[in-house]
DNA sequence: CACGGTTTTCCATATTGTGGAACGGAGCGG
DNA sequence: CCGCTCCGTTCCACAATATGGAAAACCGTG
């Protein structure tokens, strides 16, 4: 069915995450097609303003177009223009990493990130996707998810670190916990070095649509330090919840 | 040529700018197709992940996919994360909300947007564009754009408010006074009642990249405060091109 | 339960995408 | 300066593929 259009899309997408332009052989290339069909694939893509033909010509670039669609999908989720101020401010007060972050199937997506300018940049970005199983806001929005995405994240678990939670009946008995405490922490179990802490927000109808996080180095993050903080970003994201109407706890 | 993929595009598009899920008839009655044609098309974006059907079943709506893709695409424009803070930093000091953008042809894009919490909601979004011949940071851009830009945006010269700049030569003279000041200043040229100061960015070859504005109601952006805040955009311009190895000025 | 509104499935038709081969240019080395 | 090679681009006959009509399953409602 539509053969035309999933190649069309996996070009797209290909030249998306692609860091430089690419030509058509090359394109063919890791589409496994011919050539004369990448490039009829590509002169399409240019004619609906998806890509565009580098100067000097020969080489093809996604432009901008994609973005601006993908912007008007998560304008639609207003959480991302509510929480901002208060993503900065946590920052502010913390000198910590905040993100704010959606479940995506079992996974996590970043839709928007406040680094603080004295740390290293850090590795993820943007509208990465992370199992949401051993990541802080993963585990703060997997305990509030329907069962069924449950099932789809426990198909998902694989240990990215030693810390990793790996065991079905373990990862139950912690969403319990983190339900109970009304947020999620983390030691080093996604990325070595790296504690988060996180906390749920609240849509209008009181269903979890997102979930604040703050991460940062273990030095940092010591479990004393943790302590004091977790009432933060629980404050924090409660305030959120209630700014996008959400009932009181 | 592909028709298949366009119409497949554009299903995406409509989808995407849609404020609720789409059914079938809805789609097709949109994009002038038949019923089954959008049925076809909307399974085929279901497989390849680009849409989602709704629970209970019978619509369709746009996944983060396309979002994610994009947002690797404005990751590679590393001006965004670089100039994140200190478009924080203008916000804080001046109350006024300040933007990014970067040209698309003889547009304008904002690619990221800080608003002071004291003011009403903006209409402008991230991920929107307008004409840059009568937006501030469009202005500035146009003023350091290529030839072939400048044609194009002769040609997309409409009025929006009866301030909006309509004659070429005029355009003209302005743009060479924004080259000689460093930075531009708009006076409800696009939206009624509000003014905008704005100044260049320019990347690693020196050449402008992006530019940072700031925009406000007229009662609080009187020309005495933009006479007083130009300098402060343009430093803050400055100080972001520097921090992407621009050489000197 | 029957109705009007869906979404979904099926199928013959020809439109449309397909891949091979041939063309035109750019860059390189002899 | 020529001939080589590697690229993007064009062309075309063929067949795979998208097409739309009609009919079937579906769902909520009166």
């Not at 996604?190 to 979890?208: D, L, T, W």
């Amino acid at each position: 069915m539509d053969k035309s259009l999933g190649k069309g899309l996996l070009a797209l997408e290909i030249l998306a995450e692609s860091e430089a332009p690419l030509g058509v052989t090359a394109l063919a290339g890791r589409m496994g097609i011919t050539k004369s069909n990448a490039h009829r694939l590509l002169t399409a893509l240019v004619a609906t303003g998806y890509a565009e033909p580098t100067q000097p010509r020969g080489s093809y670039a996604s432009s901008l177009k994609l973005w601006r669609l993908g912007a008007r999908i998560v304008a639609r989720l207003d959480v991302k223009s509510i929480a901002a101020p208060h993503l900065a401010r946590l920052v502010a007060e913390t000198q910590e990493t905040a993100n704010l972050s959606v479940l995506d199937g079992p996974f996590m997506v970043y839709i928007d990130r406040v680094e603080t300018d004295t740390y290293i940049r850090s590795y993820n970005r943007i509208g990465d996707r992370h199992p949401a199983h051993c990541t802080g806001t993963g585990l703060a929005l997997l305990a509030h998810a329907p069962e069924e995405t449950l099932a789809q994240a426990l198909a998902e678990m694989k240990p990215h670190t030693p810390a990793t939670i790996t065991d079905p009946t373990a990862l139950a008995t912690r969403l319990a916990q983190i339900r109970r405490l009304g947020f999620a922490t983390t030691r080093a179990e996604f990325r070595p070095g790296i504690n988060s802490i996180a906390a749920p927000i609240r849509g209008a109808h009181g269903r979890v649509v997102a979930a604040i996080g703050l991460s940062g180095p273990a030095e940092r993050l010591k479990p004393a330090r943790v302590k004091t903080l977790a009432p933060l970003v629980a404050a924090t994201a409660e305030k959120v919840s209630r700014l996008l109407g959400a009932p009181a706890p």
